[in-house]
């Protein structure tokens, strides 16, 4: 059973406008929450994180939004430019020491 | 960017065949993490080290084993490769502070198995 979703495959911003990445996740020990931006052919870059004990952090272009009564995240970029380009994975950490990945979304900037 | 290789970075090899793949780092981790990329299963972990000679199994440790005989190198083993390990394999490290564990990720080794 799939304990951290990201329910949309691909998502197509228009350049310099904000972009909004979903995540949602079920388990309720998760505590630690990292967001994971990955090119083709490369390796997963991490991006910005949060833990259980705020609702927001921010960090230049990216604030990551905490809702721990709706187990729900979500990635702000603002605002959304060319390189953002890319596939992001959700990923959440609690008890066992690795992570816990959903299965990415594809961030498309349109010019 | 962290100090994290992997080696080899492209390898096919045939089904029953015995296959090593290497993660060195120079950031002196306690941490290092296999996890494995397949398409519609983001990535999922491996096996885990959380120090010299002490490792764990991940979700999908089947068929797989890993050593660590000092802090920089993780290694992975498919003693006999299976069609359904091709994939790209990703190695991690992390210092594991509480409630700030981030991991870090090396550029991958894509496998095939034929």
């Given at each position: 059973?799939?304990q951290v979703?990201?329910?949309s495959?691909?998502?197509s911003v228009?350049?310099g406008?904000?972009s909004i990445l979903?995540c949602?996740?079920t388990?309720?020990?998760?505590d630690?929450f990292?967001?994971?931006?990955k090119?083709?052919?490369?390796?997963p870059t991490?991006l910005?994180s949060?833990?259980s004990?705020?609702?927001?952090?921010?960090d230049?272009?990216?604030?990551?939004?905490?809702n721990k009564?709706?187990?729900?995240?979500?990635?702000?970029?603002?605002?959304?430019?060319?390189g953002?380009s890319?596939v992001?994975?959700?990923a959440?950490?609690g008890g066992a020491?690795?992570l816990?990945?959903?299965?990415g979304?594809h961030?498309?900037?349109?010019p | 960017?962290a100090?994290?290789?992997?080696?080899p970075r492209?390898k096919v090899t045939?089904?029953?065949?015995?296959v090593?793949?290497?993660?060195?780092?120079?950031?002196?981790?306690?941490?290092?993490?296999w996890?494995r990329?397949d398409?519609?299963?983001?990535?999922?972990?491996?096996?885990?080290?959380y120090g010299?000679k002490d490792?764990d199994?991940?979700e999908?440790?089947?068929?797989y084993?890993?050593?660590?005989?000092?802090?920089?190198?993780?290694?992975?083993?498919?003693e006999s490769a299976t069609?359904s390990q091709t994939?790209?394999?990703?190695?991690?490290i992390s210092?594991?502070?509480?409630?700030?564990?981030?991991q870090?990720?090396?550029?991958?080794t894509?496998l095939?198995v034929l």
């Amino acid at each position: 059973d799939q304990q951290v979703k990201q329910n949309s495959p691909s998502l197509s911003v228009q350049e310099g406008r904000i972009s909004i990445l979903n995540c949602d996740y079920t388990n309720s020990m998760f505590d630690y929450f990292l967001w994971y931006k990955k090119y083709p052919a490369e390796g997963p870059t991490f991006l910005i994180s949060i833990s259980s004990i705020k609702d927001k952090n921010e960090d230049g272009r990216f604030t990551v939004f905490l809702n721990k009564s709706a187990k729900h995240l979500s990635l702000h970029i603002v605002p959304s430019q060319p390189g953002d380009s890319a596939v992001y994975f959700c990923a959440a950490k609690g008890g066992a020491d690795g992570l816990t990945f959903g299965k990415g979304t594809h961030l498309i900037i349109q010019p | 960017d962290a100090g994290i290789t992997q080696s080899p970075r492209h390898k096919v090899t045939e089904t029953g065949t015995p296959v090593t793949l290497r993660c060195h780092q120079t950031e002196n981790h306690r941490y290092m993490y296999w996890y494995r990329q397949d398409p519609g299963h983001g990535l999922r972990l491996i096996h885990y080290s959380y120090g010299v000679k002490d490792t764990d199994k991940g979700e999908v440790s089947d068929g797989y084993s890993v050593s660590r005989s000092k802090t920089e190198d993780f290694l992975l083993t498919l003693e006999s490769a299976t069609s359904s390990q091709t994939s790209v394999y990703f190695c991690a490290i992390s210092q594991k502070r509480v409630l700030a564990d981030t991991q870090y990720f090396g550029p991958g080794t894509r496998l095939t198995v034929l």
